[in-house]
């Protein structure tokens, strides 16, 4: 299939080189030109702004808006708009509010264009290991971009098939789901960053626990200096709380197992907010994420171990680099 790509960042410029490599057409478009010369020279054709794009793909074009959610995000659609032709298919996989999918889905519609949102969860990873992807939109626009979400997702790989999923759609096991209409999978990808945020304080508040025990204000048979890599390693390795978030915990502390790398200012980039303001209107407690969330907050004023640790998974999987001080 033939797509225009507007936004080459590190998510956007994967999910290009990954459609090149299964054969797809792809048009790009950002504003740092580097970044698109470098699509070039992987294959992709350039554009000069999107009304450009939208002139070389002509009628029937798939757009992948990929860009940070609020202003940048609605600028483009506001372009594809005024510039995509009526049977046109814009697909935004950032990380948008899902309020704002239901609403650019019927701004869109007004002018014959069909809107996808797709939550994309992969980060810098994505080229080698496939983007999961939760997807929201009219049923039937779905299965006809399948081959651009096929080529992106992870495949089953060689995990065990669940037992009881025989009946059910594959996507899912392929890597990627329907999730329901427009605004349906950008909520979906909002509660897994909820779940993310939890599962990042876990880890982070376990290693600080280890790591004061060798403290001074603890009784001199009481304190132990746990050596934090083997401990991260060990759990990699057949425990209950192995995960992709685990290993790069492991990868992080084997490099620096102080991570004086890292400051733990830990940003959060609104999901966790979004996530916990729908269980606020759906009355459904979410105690661990509303911490985790919170612990952000005070990380940006006094910052611990855990804190460190958070900042070094946040690296691991997305390339965030910590905010200056005051930011």
């Given at each position: 299939?033939?797509?225009?790509?507007?936004?080459?960042?590190?998510?956007?410029?994967?999910?290009?080189?990954?459609?090149?490599?299964?054969?797809?057409?792809?048009?790009?478009?950002?504003?740092?030109?580097?970044?698109?010369?470098?699509?070039?020279?992987?294959?992709?054709?350039?554009?000069?702004?999107?009304?450009?794009?939208?002139?070389?793909?002509?009628?029937?074009?798939?757009?992948?808006?990929?860009?940070?959610?609020?202003?940048?995000?609605?600028?483009?659609?506001?372009?594809?708009?005024?510039?995509?032709?009526?049977?046109?298919?814009?697909?935004?996989?950032?990380?948008?509010?899902?309020?704002?999918?239901?609403?650019?889905?019927?701004?869109?519609?007004?002018?014959?264009?069909?809107?996808?949102?797709?939550?994309?969860?992969?980060?810098?990873?994505?080229?080698?290991?496939?983007?999961?992807?939760?997807?929201?939109?009219?049923?039937?626009?779905?299965?006809?971009?399948?081959?651009?979400?096929?080529?992106?997702?992870?495949?089953?790989?060689?995990?065990?098939?669940?037992?009881?999923?025989?009946?059910?759609?594959?996507?899912?096991?392929?890597?990627?789901?329907?999730?329901?209409?427009?605004?349906?999978?950008?909520?979906?990808?909002?509660?897994?960053?909820?779940?993310?945020?939890?599962?990042?304080?876990?880890?982070?508040?376990?290693?600080?626990?280890?790591?004061?025990?060798?403290?001074?204000?603890?009784?001199?048979?009481?304190?132990?200096?746990?050596?934090?890599?083997?401990?991260?390693?060990?759990?990699?390795?057949?425990?209950?709380?192995?995960?992709?978030?685990?290993?790069?915990?492991?990868?992080?502390?084997?490099?620096?197992?102080?991570?004086?790398?890292?400051?733990?200012?830990?940003?959060?980039?609104?999901e966790g907010r979004w996530a916990i303001d729908a269980a606020m209107e759906e009355a459904?407690?979410?105690?661990?994420?509303?911490?985790?969330?919170?612990?952000?907050?005070?990380?940006?004023?006094?910052?611990?171990?855990?804190?460190?640790?958070?900042?070094?998974?946040?690296?691991?999987?997305?390339?965030?680099?910590?905010?200056?001080?005051?930011?």
């Amino acid at each position: 299939m033939e797509i225009g790509i507007i936004g080459a960042g590190r998510m956007g410029s994967n999910i290009a080189r990954r459609l090149i490599r299964a054969g797809h057409q792809v048009v790009a478009w950002d504003l740092d030109t580097g970044a698109i010369e470098a699509l070039v020279q992987d294959g992709a054709r350039s554009a000069s702004s999107i009304a450009d794009m939208a002139g070389q793909l002509g009628s029937s074009a798939v757009f992948w808006v990929m860009l940070p959610a609020g202003t940048a995000t609605q600028s483009a659609i506001d372009a594809l708009a005024a510039d995509a032709s009526a049977g046109a298919v814009v697909i935004d996989g950032g990380n948008s509010f899902y309020k704002d999918s239901i609403r650019r889905a019927k701004t869109l519609a007004a002018g014959g264009v069909d809107f996808v949102d797709v939550g994309t969860s992969g980060g810098v990873w994505g080229l080698e290991r496939g983007f999961c992807m939760m997807i929201g939109g009219d049923e039937e626009v779905v299965r006809r971009l399948d081959p651009i979400f096929d080529a992106l997702a992870p495949g089953p790989g060689n995990l065990p098939r669940t037992p009881g999923r025989e009946a059910r759609d594959d996507r899912a096991e392929r890597g990627y789901i329907h999730a329901g209409p427009a605004g349906a999978g950008h909520f979906v990808k909002m509660i897994h960053n909820g779940i993310e945020y939890g599962l990042m304080q876990a880890y982070a508040e376990g290693f600080d626990i280890l790591k004061g025990k060798a403290s001074a204000t603890l009784p001199e048979d009481e304190r132990f200096t746990i050596d934090l890599p083997d401990v991260a390693e060990v759990w990699r390795r057949g425990s209950v709380i192995s995960s992709w978030l685990l290993d790069l915990s492991a990868a992080a502390l084997a490099k620096d197992p102080n991570l004086d790398g890292f400051s733990g200012n830990v940003s959060d980039s609104g999901e966790g907010r979004w996530a916990i303001d729908a269980a606020m209107e759906e009355a459904v407690p979410a105690h661990v994420m509303s911490a985790a969330l919170y612990a952000r907050y005070r990380s940006r004023m006094k910052s611990t171990f855990g804190d460190q640790v958070l900042s070094a998974m946040r690296f691991g999987f997305g390339g965030h680099v910590e905010p200056s001080q005051g930011e």
